[in-house]
């Protein structure tokens, strides 16, 4: 048996999968913690990562490996490959300033026109900035900027701290696309952003085709075989987009640490509402998506607030009707960045005597939680992204009540894949490529949700909310989906 390792160097955690070349089975896997900050010494990935590793039982026997991961968050270094600050994840909140910046200096519909991207203040483009303004030290000897996937790939490769080697760092089209200093119209840096961020020029990671080989792994590297192909890797959406198979007409929304939706295009999409980000995916087409910064999560705090369990959670929501009762959540716990609210907080409203009940409050937490990644759907159907089937997947996918508040919102058949760590598997995906000389076709089963009778005023409620809190910039309100 034949056997390739895919990465996922996440938010929250790196996880390896060991699978079977053949039939994308996992043989085994292990994972290890991040801390739960949004700035963070870049070191503790490299140390997650072999400590994952050490708990998948190690490498020895892996032909090919490789590495998708969060996508912007930067890894600052100097010319030997030393940090030279801390890295602030694409979460962290304290570079919205510094994105107002950009855009009041650029323009925002400039930065939508060059590269696809209302500018955020995840993009990598925008953490340049909080360098420069923060620390002008580091940014002065700043000589390379590389995403998570690109560093951890130039580690597996044996370069580091203190190495030099930073020429030798490589990326691929969805890791670029992401940083907002890279145009998918014409598939190359614009170095003029990236200047304009950091006051000066910097050493950018080479960008790889999609079933290029970035290098091979060095001697010396625990639980690792030295000399084995390292695949160009991907964004995290990216490599789940590449393992579910992903056509046009199929749109994925996946439930995690931030709520994403996305889909498979032939072409860039600007989008001069603001929301649609216009990233690469992982085969050479574009994916164009929207993120919110709170999904998942929000279950975690209402299964703290009721003392039960996630599944509790969502057996309570299923208790109450459509709407619960009136009941509204806003779930902006981190501010949010779909719409662009960075200093919102989440908002309970329209609570009654009468109304505010465990079972309501359950179902408050799903349905804002949903509404919210609904809106990115309409985003996408305003930029002629059509969804014919819509395809759930993250770690919140098998919640019964999320299932069925999403099919109570959405007009189009929804599937749910089996349960896999997909991300993991695009990587080992793109680290069989480096085996066999071209993607594998491993199948992923979908099994299709019941259709449920629309509910209108879920959504309505939540607009009706936005509205009440001063959240909504009509100019940029999108059109329900239907």
């Known amino acids: 048996m034949t056997l390739v390792a895919g990465i996922d160097s996440s938010t929250q955690s790196c996880k390896v999968s060991v699978r079977d070349i053949e039939t994308g089975r996992e043989v085994r896997c292990g994972k290890a913690a991040h801390p739960p900050l949004t700035v963070v010494d870049p070191n503790v990935w490299w140390d997650a990562l072999l400590a994952a590793v050490e708990d998948a039982g190690g490498l020895e026997d892996v ?94 490769m044996g370069f580091g701290p203190g190495t030099g080697g930073i020429d030798r760092l490589v990326t691929d089209r969805s890791e670029a696309s992401g940083t907002a200093y890279w145009s998918g119209d014409t598939n190359d840096y614009c170095d003029d952003l990236f200047e304009l961020a950091l006051g000066k020029s910097a050493v950018l990671p080479r960008i790889l085709g999609p079933q290029d080989t970035a290098g091979f792994t060095a001697r010396g590297l625990p639980g690792i075989p030295a000399g084995i192909p390292i695949g160009v890797g991907s964004g995290d959406n990216a490599a789940a987009a590449l393992a579910l198979g992903i056509e046009e007409g199929q749109t994925v929304l996946s439930l995690g640490t931030s709520g994403v939706v996305y889909a498979r295009s032939p072409h860039t999409v600007h989008d001069f509402g603001g929301y649609v980000c216009s990233y690469a ?82 179902r408050a937490v799903i349905e804002g939680t949903i509404a919210s990644q609904v809106y990115m759907l309409e985003a996408l159907a305003s930029r002629d992204v059509e969804t014919h089937e819509l395809i759930l997947i993250g770690g919140a996918a098998q919640s019964l009540a999320v ?5 109570e919102m959405v007009d189009v058949p929804i599937s749910v894949p089996e349960p896999d760590e997909y991300v993991t598997k695009g990587a080992a995906m793109q680290a069989a490529v480096t085996v066999d000389g071209e993607f594998p076709k491993w199948e992923s089963h979908l099994s299709a949700l019941p259709r449920e009778p629309h509910q209108e005023q879920i959504a309505l409620q939540h607009r009706n909310a936005k509205k009440t809190m001063g959240y909504i910039e009509s100019s940029r309100e999108v059109a329900p989906l239907t």
């Open 403 to 407: 299932q069925r508040v999403l099919s």
């Open 281 to 362: 995916d992982a085969t050479g087409d574009h994916l164009p998506l929207v993120a919110t910064l709170n999904a998942a999560r929000n279950f975690d705090v209402g299964s703290r607030l009721l003392g039960c369990s996630h599944a509790e959670l969502s057996a309570l929501a299923l208790q109450a009707q459509p709407g619960a009762g009136g009941l509204t959540l806003l779930p902006f716990f981190e501010g949010e960045r779909t719409p662009d609210l960075p200093r919102a907080r989440g908002s309970l409203l329209e609570a009654s005597l009468e109304n505010l009940t465990r079972a309501n409050f359950a």
């Open 63 to 156: 032909s090919a490996i490789s590495v998708s991961g969060q996508q912007h968050t930067p890894i600052f270094m100097d010319d030997l490959g030393h940090a030279v600050s801390p890295s602030p994840l694409w979460n962290d909140v304290g570079s919205h300033p510094h994105m107002l910046a950009l855009n009041e200096e650029l323009g925002a519909d400039e930065w939508i026109r060059r590269t696809g991207l209302p500018l955020t203040l995840s993009d990598t483009v925008v953490k340049l900035r909080w360098l420069r303004d923060t620390n002008p030290l580091a940014a002065q000897h700043t000589a390379a900027v590389a995403v998570v996937h690109d560093w951890l790939t130039w580690r597996l």
